[in-house]
């Protein structure tokens, strides 16, 4: 019989040779293998809800980039959490929004060191795929949180709010600013990033209700989540759409860059701006007349329920199929949904009249 640990060697086998050459060494693909390789959906085994909660495990948080404060609050909720369940935390990324190549080794990494559960959040929808299967192959827990990738390369997504709800009320957001007339722009992270992308697409549905006809998206720009190019990128804009009325930017590195240069500039207050935003980087933009308002969810509750979901997998207590429920700490019952994701809850809007009421 196959055991644990000696999958776990060809794990580590697998992360630094070829697959092909581990596979060999390693005997091939074993039946349960092939179950393990549907992802969410075949995950082995069936969940237990009354098991216990494994105490000593190690869990190990890959954010899309490692220097982006949204991510280090998301990573200190998961800390918090794996910390307070008895288990060990770990943190590796790259500092790079756009370094998938970066992220395909520190799932390498992870699966060499035998975590016993990783949580993702994904640069490229597909790029990680081969890697996350590995990983899940030798018994570690794929949770995705945040930008997910294909359902079957991971057990669960933790996303932060319902996809497209965060498209459409990002629009009517800047609708409402704008009177419902005049060019709109997006200022988007990496061209790449399945969050965003899939933000975009209900975005520009929603802009296809006839209530939007005198509003148009003339172009949807790439910060890469890196504060200068997204700076220019918001320059670049102004230049090239004078006509320009607002723009939306789903990243909270583009919607800080993007509100500080609109705040130094002749279009402070006159083209609007909206997205996703932390409220103490958006604070004294909302403050001196650069932004009315935007949205987000918690980032250290996401990284939360990301640790709890990673841990609840590793116990058994779930495995990522539908209609499964799991209690997440104080942060209460959750279930999944369709495709093994999980939902964070509804994001908060806000404006000069709430901000101060959050610090994160
Ligand atoms: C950036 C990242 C992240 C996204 C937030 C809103 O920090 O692109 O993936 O969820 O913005």
Request: glycine share 10%; charged share 20%; hydrophobic share 35%.
């Amino acid at each position: 019989m196959r055991t644990a640990s000696l999958r776990r060697t060809c794990a580590a086998l697998a992360a630094v040779t070829s697959l092909a050459l581990a596979a060999t060494a390693c005997g091939g693909t074993t039946k349960e293998d092939v179950r393990n390789e549907g992802g969410a959906a075949a995950s082995a085994g069936k969940a237990d809800p009354n098991a216990a909660t494994k105490k000593g495990l190690t869990v190990g948080f890959l954010p899309k980039q490692v220097n982006n404060p949204y991510f280090t609050s998301a990573d200190k909720g998961g800390e918090k959490a794996v910390k307070e369940l008895g288990s060990s935390f770990k943190e590796v990324g790259p500092t790079s929004a756009t370094d998938t190549a970066g992220q395909v080794s520190y799932v390498n990494t992870l699966t060499q060191q035998q975590v016993d559960a990783m949580a993702v959040s994904a640069q490229d929808p597909g790029a990680l795929c081969t890697a996350l299967k590995q990983a899940m192959k030798n018994d570690i827990k794929v949770v995705t949180y945040d930008s997910d990738t294909k359902p079957d390369c991971r057990n669960a997504f933790v996303s932060q709010a319902s996809a497209e709800d965060l498209g459409r009320t990002e629009v009517q957001l800047l609708a409402e600013q704008i009177g419902y007339k005049g060019e709109i722009a997006i200022l988007s992270a990496a061209q790449t990033a399945t969050n965003q992308n899939t933000w975009i697409e209900f975005m520009k549905d929603e802009l296809q209700d006839p209530k939007y006809k005198d509003m148009k998206l003339v172009k949807v720009a790439y910060g890469n989540d890196d504060a200068q190019q997204s700076f220019q990128q918001t320059q670049g804009l102004l230049q090239e759409y004078p006509n320009l009325k607002g723009i939306i930017s789903p990243t909270t590195v583009g919607i800080k860059a993007a509100a500080q240069y609109l705040s130094g500039s002749k279009y402070k207050g006159k083209v609007k701006l909206t997205g996703l935003g932390t409220p103490n980087d958006m604070r004294k933009y909302v403050k001196n007349g650069t932004v009315e308002a935007f949205e987000l969810w918690d980032p250290s509750k996401l990284g939360e329920l990301a640790a709890r979901t990673a841990i609840a997998l590793a116990s058994g207590q779930i495995t990522g199929q539908e209609g499964e429920t799991f209690t997440a700490g104080a942060m209460g019952e959750y279930t999944i949904g369709e495709d093994g994701v999980i939902n964070l809850g509804k994001p908060t809007v806000f404006n000069a009249e709430n901000i101060d009421q959050f610090d994160f």
